[in-house]
C-alpha cells in the first residue's frame, strides 16, 4: 500500500475465507433480523428514518477517494448497492471496469439485482451497503468476491457478540481503515449541514493477505481535497 500511516496489528486470529452461509447469519430476505440485538446497533437519526426500508444514503466522494487512494484494486469492481452511483462515479477513477447494480431503481446502473441473494461473482466488490443487511453483505460478499472487498460501515460494526461469533472470529477483515474526520451521510437531496457524529471505516478482506487484521488510520485532509 502506499500509504505510511501509522499501524498496528491487533490479536485477531487470521482464517482462511470459507463459504459463509445466510443460514449462518440468520439473515432473512433483505433484513438481517440480527442487526439490532446485542445492542451493536444505534443509528444517527439521520439514518434511523429509513431502519426498515431500502436505506438510501449516497457517500460522500471523498470517502470513497480515501479508500482508493490506499487500497489497489486489480480488475473489475462491483459497486453492488450502488444508488445512484456517487461511489461507481468515484471508483470509475482507478481505471477498472466498474459494475453498477442496486435493488431499487435509484437512476443508475442495473436495477433489481439483490446482492443478497446473488450468484455473481467478481474480482472485487465495493460498496456502502444498506445499514440493516450489513452482516448480510458480509457474508454474500465472503462467498462471491473472488479477490478482495471493501465495504464501508460503522466502526461500531467490529463490536457486537454475534458479529464476534459469525464473522470475526471465522472471517476477519485484512484491514480497517479508520476515518480521521467524520462522514455526514444525507438522504440524497437534503442538505447537508453539520458534521457526523458516527465514527465509520472501511473493512477490507483481501484474499492475499497473510497474518493478521491490520489496522490503520487515514490521515486527515480528504474530505477538503475531494469535497
Ligand atoms: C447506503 S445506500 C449506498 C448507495 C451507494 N452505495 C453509495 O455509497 O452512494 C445503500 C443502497 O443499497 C441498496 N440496497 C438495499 N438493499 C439491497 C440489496 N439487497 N441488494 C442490492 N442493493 C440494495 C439501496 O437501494 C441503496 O441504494
Known amino acids: 500500500m502506499a500509504c505510511d500511516c501509522n499501524r498496528i496489528h491487533n490479536v485477531v486470529p487470521q482464517l482462511k475465507f470459507s463459504p459463509y452461509t445466510s443460514k449462518n447469519l440468520e439473515v432473512r430476505g433483505n433484513m438481517d433480523r440480527t442487526y439490532n440485538l446485542n445492542g451493536g446497533f444505534k443509528p444517527t437519526t439521520k439514518r434511523f428514518a429509513d431502519l426498515d426500508g431500502p436505506d438510501f444514503y449516497p ?34 477513477e482507478t481505471g477498472e471496469r466498474i459494475i453498477s447494480s442496486d435493488l431499487y431503481n435509484r437512476g443508475f446502473g442495473e436495477i433489481g439485482h439483490d446482492f443478497l441473494s446473488t450468484e455473481r461473482s467478481s474480482p472485487n466488490i465495493i460498496t456502502n451497503p444498506p445499514f ?18 471493501a465495504l464501508l460501515l460503522r466502526l461500531a460494526f467490529l463490536e457486537g457478540a454475534n458479529r464476534s461469533r459469525t464473522i470475526f472470529h471465522k472471517h476477519p477483515p485484512s484491514r480497517v481503515w479508520v476515518f480521521s474526520e ?4 444525507y438522504p440524497k437531496g437534503m442538505k447537508v449541514t453539520g458534521s457526523g457524529t458516527t465514527a465509520y471505516a472501511w473493512f477490507v478482506w483481501d484474499k492475499d493477505h497473510a497474518g493478521p487484521t491490520e489496522l490503520a488510520w487515514f490521515k486527515p485532509g480528504y474530505k477538503q481535497r475531494y469535497a
Open 182 to 185: 467524520r462522514i455526514t451521510f
Open 132 to 149: 440493516n443487511s450489513a452482516e448480510g453483505f458480509v457474508a454474500t460478499a465472503l462467498r462471491q468476491a473472488q479477490g478482495k472487498f
Open 59 to 92: 457517500t460522500p466522494r471523498w470517502a470513497t477517494f480515501a479508500l482508493i487512494d490506499n487500497e489497489k484494486f486489480k480488475g473489475d469492481i462491483w459497486e453492488c448497492a450502488c444508488g445512484d452511483g456517487a461511489m461507481s462515479q468515484v471508483l470509475s
